[in-house]
DNA sequence: AGCACGCCGACT
DNA sequence: GTCGGCGTGCTC
């Protein structure tokens, strides 16, 4: 071997195993390899996609075979994400291949297709099939369009090629992701080409000072954002002295003290280059924006680049809009509303240096930019920060770690903190920056909490709307204002509510409220499996007046319709913006006054400001403190403030509880969050839960019933077993389950779960490190399939 | 995951 | 004796 001979390279293939790989670099391809390009490797006796995550020299070289092909001209990502790939494979316990391909934009994945072809005596038996077969059909397409991928499914394929009768290979799928064929286009001239041209050339434009150009500017514009031409987007507008209306991102504002003085922390940790996590509590209004804008903007100016996460693609849009005057077209915006083609194109400036700003939701995190100095995690205690598929990675825990490794600043801002956060801020994890007061002055609203055990409320037809409510509502349509209420509707679980102290059924081990199953008419704890039969007296007070509770915006809307016939009522949630641009079009016949009461779930209560709300009501704050999970109360507390942080100084914000003594409830109507966070430690602490222990949450999902409950009963034991032989630590790990999942049979599977909570981190994976192997053999036989979750959200 | 190997029971 | 079922282990 010569000095130029082929060095080898370590790689993670797309399979679902835990290692990395060893290969060898023919001279034919060495001047095409380096880490983050994908390659087609030779794997038993298959052919996968493999990412390089880096070179080696001088290692050994023996048994190690050759990657057949290079996928890629340009890297997809820099070897110094790597180990931050490898934290979230180790930690999230998910292959590291996995990861990778799950990251990168997708579209690229489809890496290797399986081609078939017929063998002499597929040919031969062809035409001695049944005519009508399937198997003569299959072979017929084979024969017709041979090296192609046929249109059944794979396992059809392979019966086939057992018998001899088809020839499969895998080869490369060189779908190309260059720049497509180049066309040109030149606009039409007529009325149409003079309402865009107003539009583009202003870049952006209000929707009143359009209308009083155009007459028929609602058509035209209906029209071009239904053609995806424009879109609407709001943003608070200010006023100058003269009372012109201004946009703020144009104008930046001088800063108030307090934005200063966060600002000049950040700043100095900025300087010095060093990883930093800041926490910044800022109640709604106190100007967090404008910090994260200048932040930003610093980072920039030393020639640093920035990742703007938002919990969600409204928000992050919103984002955009506001730094597009600032930066141009040095940004990248980047979530799962893009198209593949889109997406891969963004992902490609980002990698190739083009751009200083990537702003996007959870996936953002992962943007391969190469001299990151602050990632900015807006709303941190969004519970959308958390990937519920793949690698089920915490995006806003994850990005500390990420600025860790890159010795970049974090900042974590909201208004109502997580309570892991705080907990950290508290334990000098991370630097706590308070803002606490309102840029403007405004006083946050006056907050009224109705007690829907009264008598009054009793009485039939009060059971969804207090007549309390009732009266400010109409009240509010008499003065020609709107009214917006909210219902935190967690669908399809009912809750069991005592209707005389407002207490749900608890679970005795766990603190969780309890869920009622239909199949067995029972209620479950979700994470210990504890079960009792539906009984109708209530443990705390002893009243038999013990309700199941439960009901949708759909009802809500409908009793409305009837209380206020005279009123033009929408309704928002998942349901409706479902159907593309309806949710758009909902929220702009509101903010321009053509709708009076809108009603709607968490949606209606993220980031749009309408001038003209005086009322917002929380229909039911119940519905989410009796959340089968720890988390609930944090919940309802942080729903709440957000809701009535929405509320206008002179209007109301009405919360309709029947636990008007609830401590996250009093806390949220003072808009205090520090009492909110001790009593909700005290709890935590008391009860283990986190951040006072570490969970994980095994789910079990098989095809079969008996076979799936039978292994995860096995399972649950050995599991149990092997923690009796861990003598030394075992009493810090418990096992919870196996519980059945409430949605056991979604999608034909059937789903169960383990919960384990462990003292601590480490030990936790120590743990499961050895449950996994044994679920391995146990599971694999018996078709069930096993994911494990750590630091889960949902437990339902 | 997906594939081969190998170990047992039911057949020509 | 062997065909084929499924449990087990490995993939540079």
């Known amino acids: 071997l010569n000095d130029e001979a082929p060095r080898s390279l370590r790689i993670a293939v797309a399979v679902p195993v835990k290692d990395t790989y060893h290969y060898l670099v023919p001279e034919s391809l060495s001047s095409k390899i380096g880490p983050g390009r994908r390659v087609l490797v030779p794997f038993k006796n298959r052919r996968v996609t493999g990412y390089i995550l880096e070179k080696l020299e001088g290692e050994n ?112 799928d060189k779908r190309h992701i260059g720049p497509l064929l180049q066309k040109f286009v030149r606009p039409k001239s007529g009325i149409q080409f003079k309402f865009l041209e107003t539009i583009f050339q202003s870049d952006s434009m209000m929707l009143s000072d359009l209308k009083t150009k155009f007459s028929n500017s609602s058509y035209l514009i209906r029209k071009w954002t239904q053609k995806g031409i424009l879109e609407l987007y709001s943003m608070p507008v200010y006023k100058n002295p003269a009372g012109e209306i201004m946009f703020r991102s144009q104008v930046p504002l001088k800063l108030y003290k307090q934005q200063k003085v966060a600002l000049t922390y950040i700043q100095d940790y900025l300087d010095k280059g060093t990883f930093s996590t800041w926490l910044l509590h800022g109640v709604t209004g106190s100007g967090k924006t404008e ?18 996460l938002a919990p969600e693609i409204s928000l992050a849009s919103y984002m955009e809009a506001l730094f597009k005057p600032r930066l141009g077209n040095r940004i990248a915006i980047y979530h799962s509303g893009l198209s593949q083609r889109e997406r891969i194109d963004q992902w490609l400036r980002m990698v190739r240096g083009d751009v200083d700003l990537v702003i996007g939701a959870r996936s953002a995190l992962f943007a391969p930019l190469f001299k990151l100095g602050l990632i900015v995690v807006d709303e941190e205690y969004d519970p959308s920060y958390k990937q519920e598929q793949g690698p089920r990675y915490q995006a806003r825990d994850a990005a500390v770690m990420r600025a860790k490794m890159e010795n970049t600043v974090v900042i974590l801002g909201s208004g109502t903190p997580s309570v892991q956060s705080f ?93 009622h199953h239909f199949p067995e008419d029972r209620l479950i704890c979700h994470y210990c499996g504890y079960y009792s039969g539906i009984h109708f007296k209530c443990n705390r007070c002893g009243h038999e007046d013990l309700r199941a509770y439960g009901f949708g915006t759909e009802k809500l809307e409908h009793e409305l319709k009837v209380l206020f016939p005279k009123a033009r009522i929408a309704r928002l949630d998942t349901d ?69 942080g929405r509320g206008k100084k002179e209007g109301k914000v009405i919360i309709q509880t029947f636990n008007p003594d609830h401590y996250a409830i009093k806390a949220a109507t003072r808009h205090d969050y520090f009492s909110f966070f001790e009593e909700e430690k005290k709890l935590r602490r008391q009860l283990v839960y986190p951040p006072f222990s570490y969970l994980a949450c095994l789910r079990f999902q098989g095809n079969n019933k008996d076979k799936t409950v039978e292994a995860v009963h096995r399972l649950g034991k050995e599991i149990k077993e092997m923690l009796k032989k861990w003598s030394k630590r075992g009493n810090e790990i418990q096992v919870l389950g196996p519980v ?53 959200y949902q437990m339902i």
Not at 591 to 618: A, C, N, R, W
Not at 621 to 637: H, N, Q
Not at 764 to 789: C, N, P, Q, W, Y
Request: charged fraction near 25%.
């Open 291 to 308: 910090v994260y804008n200048r932040a930003i903007e610093y980072a920039i100016k030393q020639g640093r680049q920035a990742i703007f």
């Open 740 to 792: 059945e999942a409430p949605l056991s049979r979604l999608r034909g599977k059937f789903r169960w779960q383990i919960l384990i909570k462990s003292k601590g981190a480490s030990l936790l994976h120590l743990f499961l490190e050895g449950v996994e192997e044994m679920a391995r053999k146990i599971l694999k036989s018996r078709g069930v399939h096993l994911t494990i979750d750590i630091d889960p």
């Open 423 to 515: 907990h950290n801020a508290t334990q000098g994890k991370y630097h706590l920056i308070t803002m606490s007061d309102r840029v403007d002055q405004r006083p946050l609203p006056i907050v009224e909490i109705i007690d829907m055990k009264s008598e009054d409320n009793k009485e039939i037809g009060n059971e969804m709307l207090s007549s309390k409510l009732k009266g400010y509502i109409d009240q509010n349509m008499d003065a020609g204002d709107q009214s917006i209420l909210f219902l935190n509707r967690r669908g399809f679980h009912r809750v069991f509510i005592c209707r005389s102290c407002g207490q749900s059924i608890r679970c005795p081990n766990c603190e969780v409220a309890l869920t």
């Open 61 to 172: 070289r023996e048994g190690l075979k050759e990657i057949l092909e290079v996928l890629d001209s340009e890297p997809l990502f820099h070897e110094k994400i790597v180990p931050f790939f490898e934290w979230i494979a180790e930690y999230y316990m998910h292959p590291i291949g996995q990861v990778i391909q799950s990251v990168l934009p997708g579209g690229l994945n489809k890496g290797t297709i399986r081609i078939v072809s017929l063998t002499k005596k597929g040919m031969d038996i062809l035409n001695r099939l049944p005519p009508d077969s399937e198997e003569r059909e299959i072979l017929s397409w084979i024969k017709k369009y041979p090296r192609k991928g046929p249109p059944w499914p794979y396992e059809k394929i392979r019966s086939l090629h057992s018998n001899g009768w088809l020839i499969i290979e895998e080869a490369a």
């Open 576 to 644: 409706i913006s479902r159907k593309k641009g309806q949710a758009i079009r909902i929220l702009k016949r509101f903010s321009e006054h053509e709708i009076d009461i809108l009603v709607g779930t968490q949606m209606i209560t993220k980031g749009y400001d309408f001038p003209m709300v005086t009322l917002v009501g929380v229909i039911a704050a119940d519905l989410s403190l009796a959340f089968p999970d720890f988390r609930a109360a944090e919940r309802t507390f942080q729903i709440i403030t957000q809701v009535a």
